[in-house]
Antibody, heavy 119, light 106 residues
């Protein structure tokens, strides 16, 4: 069964950037779009945007525009989410998730990557 | 942005109980609603999509209903493994938004 495998936890200082990766275990993404969702400690889920791995097209949420960059590698087996100018409010678990365009839901999630921003 | 409001924020229940969680959208989202279960330290898991369709592999004690602005998730007979937090999510209009979650506790 295909899984989404994310990179490990990160600790960053305020003002720095973090880059989180998400790899399809079967070396291919099952869906057309990979989305990023984050969850601050004890809080709900916040959608950040998507990347279309085949074309490289992206759509970040307006809140993160100018601060988030979503990319993929040339083999299209791994996607990345880079968030810059980090503040303590960016401390969260970041998930990648496959969006199934047929059922309009996130049917497969990565295990999550904890990003801690602290001086 | 479409606001998703869940109630209650938490519910205490026992094994075997029937539990119902509601989710209200701030505008009509047709049936573009999904429900997820999340356990501590884990990723969300899809339970229900299109308001009432059961995801493959999810036990039939879970069911969803509703359309427009009002939706419900029901668990017919709560099992020990069902104690978790449940989120609704709309996929009608970008940006996709989630409810704040409902924690089902013993």
């Amino acid at each position: 069964q295909v899984q989404l495998v994310q990179s490990g936890a990160e600790v960053k200082k305020p003002g720095a950037s973090v880059k989180v990766s998400c790899k399809a275990s079967g070396d291919t993404f099952t869906g057309d779009y990979i989305h990023w969702v984050r969850q601050a400690p004890g809080q709900g889920l916040e959608w950040m945007g998507w990347i279309h791995p085949k074309s490289g097209g992206t759509k970040p949420v307006q809140k993160f525009q100018g601060r988030v960059t979503m990319t993929r590698d040339t083999s299209i087996t791994t996607v990345y989410m880079e968030l810059s100018r980090l503040t303590s409010d960016d401390t969260a678990v970041y998930f990648c998730a496959n969006f199934d365009s047929h059922i309009y839901a996130f049917d497969l999630w990565g295990q999550g990557t904890l990003v801690t921003v602290s001086s | 942005d479409i606001q998703m409001t869940q109630s209650p924020s938490s519910v205490s229940a026992s094994v075997g109980d029937r539990v119902t969680i509601t989710c209200r959208a701030s505008q009509d989202i047709s049936s573009w609603l999904a429900w997820y279960q999340q356990k501590p330290g884990g990723a969300p898991k899809l339970l229900i999509y299109a308001a009432s369709s059961l995801q493959r592999g999810v036990p039939s004690r879970f069911s969803g209903s509703g359309s427009g602005t009002d939706f419900t998730l029901s668990i017919s007979s709560l099992q020990p493994e069902d104690f978790a937090t449940y989120f609704c999510q709309q996929a009608d209009t970008s940006p996709w938004t989630f409810g704040q979650g409902t924690k089902v506790e013993i």
